[in-house]
């Protein structure tokens, strides 16, 4: 045909040619016959032919796309079917397929709740029908192992005895009234209410080193249930706690249900270390999830995200410790019962030294039924000048140094001292770290000494004020925080309003600048608590009047000299008897909390319960030179005649 056309010359028989192989329809061909002009029928054709060709060019590359899908499906059913086959000689399906009765035999046969045991049947019924290579088959299988694994209805019995679980409880810790009443309560109600009772969540709050998490394992082993820790401190993610959905790659359950695989039965204690740490951030507040953990009321269906299944935590004791209150969420603080662990005072390092940590470091050294003996002087010194805390953490740490060295001796053959007294210890732990910490040695102008409320439990604080020619201005140093800042604030406009009374120059203050500084300035420090420490150090500084320096003082002032109650008394209290302070100042409206001191340390004490400035400077300032002593101060009404009539500014 083609050879046909190229032989025609005549253009109008060419056009007829072509038309009448071309697929067209009747009123085109009857147009086209209808025109006279041979070149303008030719031209039309062209066009009309232009057409075809598009249309043919569509249509073959559907053609080919179709092909491409089809060989495609075909290739992998034929790689499939290979497999099957290979798989089938090798006797692989059938290992498949008898694993996955295994799995279902497993599933039939483990104690689970309804619902799971029908999500396990479920995820199992879906592996049937995804051919055995298919990536989702691991997914799915590791799953169902999550499922089999879990304890969900497994439990341990109980040991409810009272007489057994006080007499654990005495025996691996000293003293604690408080947290083990709590326990032999509980279990006297769930001995009598059974399970009705719901499961109290306790919250641990104390400085390091005073026995939250060993109590904590004690009371597993008194109520004989398995005890899990987990560490809060720098979890930020709420995934963290309850897991990652399984469309994650990689996706695990969260650190609840990992614990709860890991110990195996649903009444574990379980704790739940450095709540007041947590984080929270942009990837979700893992305190919203700790919430459903540790509510009573919706814990009996925690859910997992990777779970999927609701799972019930209502069995579990959980158990929470934190160093301090102020971070843990209200909302979270509000489910626990919260048992305060205070410091220890010195007799009571010294008992637990002699009743539990002596013995069990002799025990890991080796040096057991060798005669070694602490002496209780020694002992005494390791908790003055060796150790700095509220805890015994590092009193264990020097006993366990002393026992190496023993140790040492011993197997060296070298002859050893048994009796540990208070002079030889040196040549064991070095000189003493921490000399006893009187803020001050000698009496002096514009420094006072302050009783602070700090992680370690409780701290002795001078504060010191300097002043120099200016022009009125108050520069506050050693990180003080907003609160303290405002606090210095108030105890300065507090002395200028009183000036007259103190005996102080009015127009002495625009001629002053007044630096005021709290020592170990790298130490943030914060709170309304040193108000008439800052007053005091500011008045001594500008009447000249000495600061007795075995006077500590904590309370929070107003500006009119009046002393409000602040908090940490007993570890306040504490730490000013650890440091050797002869008399206290205190607010009176604090009286309340003297009841949780021992009475020997109150004895010791000269304790001095104020209601105004005037008080505090009475005990707290010597005489100006060469006057009358003027102790005790009379507490009187007049303070609040003058208060805010001098204001110079
Ligand atoms: N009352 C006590 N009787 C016997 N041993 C004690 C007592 N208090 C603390 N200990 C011992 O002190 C050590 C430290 O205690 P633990 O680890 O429980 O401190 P903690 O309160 O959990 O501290 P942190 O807040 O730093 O976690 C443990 O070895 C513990 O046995
Ligand atoms: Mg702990």
Same mark, same amino acid.
């Given at each position: 045909m083609y050879v046909y056309a190229l032989n025609i010359d005549e253009p109008g028989w060419l056009a007829d040619m072509i038309a009448s192989t071309l697929d067209l329809s009747l009123e085109e061909r009857q147009a086209l016959l209808a025109m006279a002009d041979?070149? =303008?029928?030719?031209? #039309?054709?062209?066009?009309? &032919? %232009? !057409?075809? /060709?598009?249309?043919?060019?569509?249509?073959?590359?559907?053609?080919?796309?179709?092909?491409?899908?089809?060989?495609r499906g075909q290739r992998e059913m034929f790689l499939r079917e290979q497999m099957r086959v290979i798989q089938h000689e090798l006797g692989e399906a059938d290992i498949f397929q008898q694993e996955l009765g295994e799995l279902r035999e497993r599933?039939?046969?483990?104690?689970?709740?309804? =619902?799971?045991?029908? #999500?396990?049947?479920?995820? &199992? %019924? !879906?592996? /049937?029908?995804?051919?055995?290579?298919?990536?989702?088959?691991?997914?799915?299988?590791?799953y169902l192992d999550w499922l089999l694994d879990l304890p969900w209805l497994a439990q341990s019995e109980d040991n409810l005895d009272l007489a057994h679980a006080a007499r654990v409880l005495d025996a691996e810790h000293y003293g604690l009234p408080k947290a083990k009443e709590r326990i032999l309560e509980y279990m006297a109600v769930h001995q009598l209410a059974g399970e009705q009772m719901k499961t109290p969540i306790l919250c641990f709050v104390g400085p390091?080193?005073?026995?939250?998490?060993?109590?904590?394992?004690s009371i597993a082993s008194a109520l004989g249930r398995e005890f899990v820790r987990v560490s809060l401190g720098g979890v930020h993610d709420e995934a963290e706690i309850r897991g990652h959905r399984r469309t994650y790659i990689g996706a695990l359950p969260g650190r609840i249900i990992q614990t709860m695989r890991r110990v195996g039965t649903i009444n574990p204690v379980f704790m739940l270390d450095e709540i007041d740490k947590l984080g929270a951030d942009f990837r979700g507040d893992p305190a919203a999830a700790l919430l459903e953990v540790l509510d009573p009321e919706q814990n009996h269906a925690f859910s997992d995200?990777?779970?999927?299944?609701?799972?019930?935590?209502?069995?579990?004791?959980?158990?929470?410790?934190a160093n301090y209150l102020d971070p843990i969420p209200?909302?979270?603080?509000?489910?626990?019962?919260?048992?305060?662990?205070?410091?220890?005072?010195?007799?009571?390092?010294?008992?637990?030294?002699?009743?539990?940590l002596i013995p069990r470091q002799l025990k890991q050294h080796g040096l057991e039924g060798r005669g070694v003996h602490f002496d209780e002087s020694a002992l005494r010194l390791i908790c003055r000048e060796y150790t700095y805390e509220a805890g015994v953490r590092n009193l264990e740490r020097e006993i366990a140094k002393v026992c190496r060295k023993l140790a040492r001796r011993?197997?060296?053959?070298?002859?050893?001292?048994?009796?540990?007294?208070?002079?030889?210890?040196?040549?064991?732990?070095?000189?003493?770290?921490?000399?006893?910490?009187?803020?001050?040695?000698?009496?002096?102008v514009g420094v006072a000494t302050g009783l602070a409320w700090t992680e370690a439990g409780g701290d002795i604080m001078a504060i010191e004020v300097t002043l120099m020619p200016g022009k009125g201005a108050l520069l506050l140093?050693?990180?003080?925080?907003?609160?303290?800042?405002?606090?210095?604030?108030?105890?300065?406009?507090?002395?200028?309003?009183?000036?007259?009374?103190?005996?102080?120059?009015?127009?002495?203050?625009?001629?002053?600048?007044?630096?005021?500084?709290?020592?170990?300035?790298?130490?943030?420090?914060?709170?309304?608590?040193?108000?008439?420490?800052?007053?005091?150090?500011?008045?001594?500084?500008?009447?000249?009047?000495?600061?007795?320096?075995?006077?500590?003082?904590?309370?929070?002032?107003?500006?009119?000299?009046?002393?409000?109650?602040?908090?940490?008394?007993?570890?306040?209290?504490?730490t000013a008897h650890r440091a050797g302070v002869q008399q206290v100042l205190l607010p009176k409206r604090n009286e309340k909390d003297l009841t949780e001191i021992p009475k020997h340390v109150l004895r010791d004490l000269d304790l001095k319960l104020v209601t105004r400035m005037d008080e505090v400077l009475g005990w707290a300032l010597l005489p100006p030179q060469g006057g009358p002593d003027s102790r005790p101060a009379a507490t009187s009404a007049h303070d609040e005649i003058s208060a805010g009539g001098d204001h110079a500014a």
């Open positions: 041979p070149s =303008e029928r030719l031209r #039309k054709v062209s066009v009309l &032919l %232009g !057409r075809e /060709l598009e249309v043919l060019e569509l249509e073959e590359s559907i053609q080919s796309q179709v092909r491409r899908e089809v060989d599933i039939e046969q483990k104690e689970m709740t309804a =619902e799971a045991k029908d #999500k396990a049947l479920k995820e &199992l %019924g !879906r592996l /049937l029908m995804i051919p055995p290579m298919a990536p989702e088959v691991g997914i799915i299988r590791t390091p080193g005073t026995g939250k998490t060993s109590l904590g394992k995200h990777y779970l999927d299944v609701s799972y019930d935590l209502s069995r579990v004791f959980f158990i929470t410790t209200p909302a979270l603080l509000d489910r626990m019962e919260v048992i305060e662990f205070p410091g220890y005072v010195e007799d009571e390092k010294v008992s637990i030294a002699r009743h539990f011993v197997a060296e053959g070298k002859r050893v001292t048994r009796r540990i007294t208070a002079a030889k210890l040196p040549a064991y732990l070095g000189p003493p770290p921490f000399l006893p910490m009187l803020a001050e040695e000698t009496d002096e140093t050693g990180q003080l925080g907003d609160v303290m800042q405002e606090s210095a604030q108030a105890a300065l406009s507090y002395t200028r309003s009183r000036a007259r009374q103190l005996g102080i120059e009015p127009d002495e203050f625009d001629r002053l600048d007044i630096h005021v500084h709290l020592p170990e300035g790298a130490i943030p420090k914060d709170g309304p608590s040193a108000g008439i420490t800052l007053a005091t150090a500011l008045i001594s500084a500008l009447t000249q009047r000495k600061v007795r320096r075995d006077v500590a003082m904590t309370g929070e002032i107003t500006l009119r000299g009046r002393v409000l109650p602040v908090g940490g008394v007993r570890e306040k209290i504490l």
